[in-house]
């Protein structure tokens, strides 16, 4: 399987304006490009009748060298593959946003609020998320790589051996400088300690398993929001584009980059340790995006991570061999009772102790949830291998024996 590797660069100041340089032409590319996409939306959308072709990767790159090139001489100064993939993510990026709308039932070209439907490409800042890709031919030694124009670039950590990347992308954040690429593993399948294993995700613990094993997430923007919002409101009265402004917002930045880092080493940790020791792991398909639209729980679900812990899982899960469940994010695992298997109907988030009137059954509601994200898994399982009885019933004695 492919996995992302990244690292941090160690660049000189003429590096570091020479790359600053690929990813403003990077991002030019990107910007006039956008500008005429969407000038061949709205002419589709006015002229139905007189409709224009939308523009591929390619028919973009040849707009830009005839049109654009010829009047930006600074494009020459740097490699041609940063424009080239500049417009290429472009027209990912548009395609996504089709099959988007598509599935949505939007028609992009006839909708006067095509901004609105979620995907579409954005103007790009200079100094918000600044990145290009290379391609070429790559050199990797030890502690340095070496890409066309620019020339060798060092690292603070020894650089994986034996893979000879088709292409790397280099990006920007806060004042840093990162180099990514693709690398190739093969599956490492680990001892599993047990068979089955539900998730349940929530704000007071991140992470709840149906084992009864408690995670809790890092709050990294609550335990830094007041310090953040000290040097926000200290910047407020600086002269934008100033030296002490440009030092303060670069300062920010790192905090920022500071808290996201403590909050992804969290999440590594726990989706590491539930996919080597899990076979086969239930966690609910949860709607992110609206539960963001929450804004009493906004900030709190945010800080979680609620998206990228399940990023995780889906790729740590082939490389260790174990198998991601997802559960309907319609199924009752919170109402439900994992006992006897009562469905309350209503149970509100002030009740953290789940009661069964029908049993009698106590559990904390969100262990309860998890146990019942392990069922859902383990009938979910069933349904898609085919197992009959006899084998369910010899997994879940096997589950027992090594639980106890």
């Given at each position: 399987m492919l996995l992302g590797f990244k690292t941090e660069l160690k660049v000189s100041k003429q590096q570091r304006l020479l790359l600053a340089q690929h990813a403003g032409v990077a991002r030019h590319a990107w910007n006039q490009g956008l500008a005429l996409c969407k000038q061949v939306i709205i002419h589709n959308r006015t002229n139905p009748d007189d409709k224009i072709k939308f523009p591929t990767a390619i028919d973009l790159h040849k707009w830009l060298v005839a049109a654009v090139k010829s009047t930006h001489p600074w494009y020459y100064e740097v490699s041609k593959c940063a424009p080239q993939y500049a417009l290429r993510h472009l027209?990912?990026?548009?395609?996504?946003?089709?099959?988007?709308?598509?599935?949505?039932?939007?028609?992009?070209?006839?909708?006067?609020?095509?901004?609105?439907?979620?995907?579409?490409?954005?103007?790009?800042?200079?100094?918000?998320?600044?990145?290009?890709?290379?391609?070429?031919?790559?050199?990797?030694?030890?502690?340095?790589?070496?890409?066309?124009?620019i020339g060798w670039l060092k690292t603070y950590e020894l650089l994986p051996f034996g893979y000879k990347p088709k292409s790397v992308t280099i990006s920007k954040q806060a004042d840093k400088w990162f180099i990514s690429w693709k690398i190739e593993l093969e599956t490492n399948e680990t001892p599993k300690k047990r068979e089955f294993v539900g998730v349940d995700l929530g704000i007071n613990h991140l992470a709840i398993l149906s084992t009864g094993v408690i995670f809790d997430g890092a709050k990294s923007y609550k335990r830094y929001e007041s310090k953040l919002a000290r040097m926000q409101y200290l910047n407020r009265h600086k002269q934008v584009g100033s030296h002490n402004y440009r030092k303060a917002q670069i300062k920010i930045a790192r905090l920022h980059q500071k808290i996201a880092n403590i909050r992804k080493d969290t999440l590594h940790k726990i989706t590491t340790y539930i996919s080597k020791n899990h076979a086969v792991i239930g966690i609910e398909d949860l709607n992110v995006s609206g539960m963001l639209a929450n804004g009493k729980l906004s900030k709190a679900i945010a800080d979680m991570g609620f998206y990228e812990f399940r990023r995780q899982l889906e790729y740590k899960t082939q490389l260790y061999g174990s198998k991601l469940v997802i559960v309907d994010r319609f199924y009752p695992s919170s109402k439900t009772c994992s006992s006897c298997g009562e469905k309350k109907s209503s149970l509100s988030l002030s009740q953290r102790v789940f009661t069964c009137e029908i049993c009698g059954f106590e559990c904390d509601r969100d262990v309860n949830a998890a146990i019942n994200l392990e069922k859902e898994a383990v009938r979910l399982t069933v349904l898609a291998c085919g197992l009959d009885s006899a084998d369910t019933s010899r997994m879940k004695q096997e589950e027992k024996a090594g639980s106890c």
């Open positions: 027209s990912d990026a548009f395609k996504s946003f089709f099959n988007t709308s598509t599935s949505l039932g939007v028609d992009p070209e006839r909708s006067r609020r095509v901004k609105k439907v979620k995907g579409f490409p954005n103007f790009k800042k200079k100094g918000r998320h600044d990145s290009f890709t290379l391609d070429g031919v790559i050199h990797i030694d030890h502690k340095k790589v070496r890409v066309p124009i």
